[in-house]
């Protein structure tokens, strides 16, 4: 049994983007966990703004979901995660950012599947922008995947997620420490200010004679300025914004009514990002529509980065599907 490797790049060829930008050569990286390709059921997880395929293993992202003997057993499951082309984990990064939107990687993700001679999915699970792609990817070949797991995300950008994504590039294009200050803002999205005040107590740092919430927020823009880079975040800082399964399309009724995925959507009770009631109200939408749709909730304190938080209330709304 394979447990991890490193990554493996195809090259896609002869790209155009929904923008009309031309790309000859495009590198699409992956990697597989847990039992080989074309052995056992197949999940892809779609990675988030800051991730990338390493999913479990030595830095791995989601180690406790998946792994032996996790909710997404690799004992029993092959894991596939692709690289978001330009998120610089493999090395390349794509400098103009504009030129492609969410569903331009969810074609992606499709070419790389048909690559790998991949027939059918058995999940596609993804978190945040991550999960918007899983979205765009059933959107565009409703038969792909037998289970759409669309976490803390949503089929498309609001206007609220369009509005945080317009600051973050703002701060990436004018501050003079671009991807520390986009970091520090992106924080106070992805937690509530229940979770600061939990954590907190509006204690504070002795030797920097400043609050520890801001000690920990200057902490995870040095952290992320270390590892990530420029074009990286904005690129997938593009990618959230654009998320709309019904672009240049159909309406979301008659794109939702070809999915032949049972949709699992799961929502946090306090996500500022991805709100609980638009999820909610994508069921609601969605009931009317499939049979095989559920709408299941974490409840925390700690808003969108409860789905990287929650484990054991993420492993109870999953276990039934794996």
């Given at each position: 049994?394979?447990?991890?490797?490193?990554?493996?790049?195809?090259?896609?060829?002869?790209?155009?983007?929904?923008?009309?930008?031309?790309?000859?050569?495009?590198?699409?990286?992956?990697?597989?966990?847990?039992?080989?390709?074309?052995?056992?059921?197949?999940?892809?997880?779609?990675?988030?703004?800051?991730?990338?395929?390493?999913?479990?293993?030595?830095?791995?992202?989601?180690?406790?979901?998946?792994?032996?003997?996790k909710t997404i057993n690799t004992a029993d499951y092959t894991v596939l995660a692709f690289n978001i082309p330009g998120n610089g984990f493999d090395g390349c990064v794509i400098?103009?950012?504009?030129?492609?939107?969410?569903?331009?990687?969810?074609?992606?993700?499709?070419?790389?599947?048909?690559?790998?001679?991949?027939?059918?999915?058995?999940?596609?699970?993804?978190?945040?922008?991550?999960?918007?792609?899983a979205w765009e990817m059933t959107a565009l070949e409703p038969k792909i995947t037998q289970h759409l797991i669309a976490i803390a995300t949503d089929w498309k950008a609001t206007?609220?997620?369009?509005?945080?994504?317009?600051?973050?590039?703002?701060?990436?294009?004018?501050?003079?420490?671009?991807?520390?200050?986009?970091?520090?803002?992106?924080?106070?999205?992805?937690?509530?200010?229940?979770?600061?005040?939990?954590?907190?107590?509006?204690?504070?740092?002795?030797?920097?004679?400043?609050?520890?919430?801001?000690?920990?927020?200057?902490?995870?823009?040095?952290?992320?300025?270390?590892?990530?880079?420029?074009?990286?975040?904005?690129?997938?800082?593009?990618?959230?914004?654009?998320?709309?399964?019904?672009?240049?399309?159909?309406?979301?009724?008659?794109?939702?009514?070809?999915?032949?995925?049972?949709?699992?959507?799961?929502?946090?009770?306090?996500?500022?990002?991805?709100?609980?009631?638009?999820?909610?109200?994508?069921?609601?939408?969605?009931?009317?529509?499939?049979?095989?749709?559920?709408?299941?909730?974490?409840?925390?304190?700690?808003?969108?980065?409860?789905?990287?938080?929650?484990?054991?209330?993420?492993?109870?709304?999953?276990k039934d599907i794996f």
């Amino acid at each position: 049994m394979k447990l991890e490797n490193k990554p493996t790049s195809i090259t896609i060829q002869n790209f155009t983007t929904e923008s009309g930008a031309f790309y000859a050569s495009l590198n699409l990286s992956f990697q597989v966990f847990g039992r080989a390709l074309h052995t056992a059921p197949l999940v892809l997880v779609n990675h988030a703004l800051t991730g990338n395929s390493q999913v479990i293993g030595e830095n791995g992202w989601w180690n406790d979901l998946i792994g032996e003997n996790k909710t997404i057993n690799t004992a029993d499951y092959t894991v596939l995660a692709f690289n978001i082309p330009g998120n610089g984990f493999d090395g390349c990064v794509i400098e103009k950012h504009l030129n492609f939107n969410a569903r331009d990687i969810a074609r992606i993700f499709i070419e790389g599947i048909q690559f790998l001679k991949i027939k059918q999915l058995y999940a596609i699970i993804g978190g945040s922008v991550g999960g918007g792609i899983a979205w765009e990817m059933t959107a565009l070949e409703p038969k792909i995947t037998q289970h759409l797991i669309a976490i803390a995300t949503d089929w498309k950008a609001t206007d609220w997620l369009i509005a945080n994504c317009f600051l973050q590039e703002q701060i990436l294009h004018n501050s003079s420490r671009p991807i520390e200050d986009a970091r520090i803002h992106a924080m106070l999205c992805y937690r509530t200010p229940e979770s600061f005040a939990a954590k907190f107590q509006r204690s504070t740092h002795q030797e920097l004679a400043i609050f520890n919430v801001e000690s920990w927020l200057l902490h995870h823009g040095k952290k992320l300025q270390k590892r990530f880079q420029l074009s990286s975040y904005k690129m997938m800082n593009q990618l959230l914004k654009t998320i709309d399964i019904t672009r240049n399309s159909n309406s979301f009724d008659a794109l939702a009514a070809k999915i032949e995925a049972d949709i699992h959507i799961i929502g946090i009770n306090s996500d500022l990002f991805f709100t609980a009631s638009e999820n909610e109200a994508t069921y609601e939408q969605l009931k009317k529509l499939k049979n095989k749709v559920t709408y299941q909730e974490i409840v925390s304190i700690h808003g969108h980065d409860a789905f990287l938080i929650e484990y054991k209330q993420l492993d109870n709304l999953l276990k039934d599907i794996f």
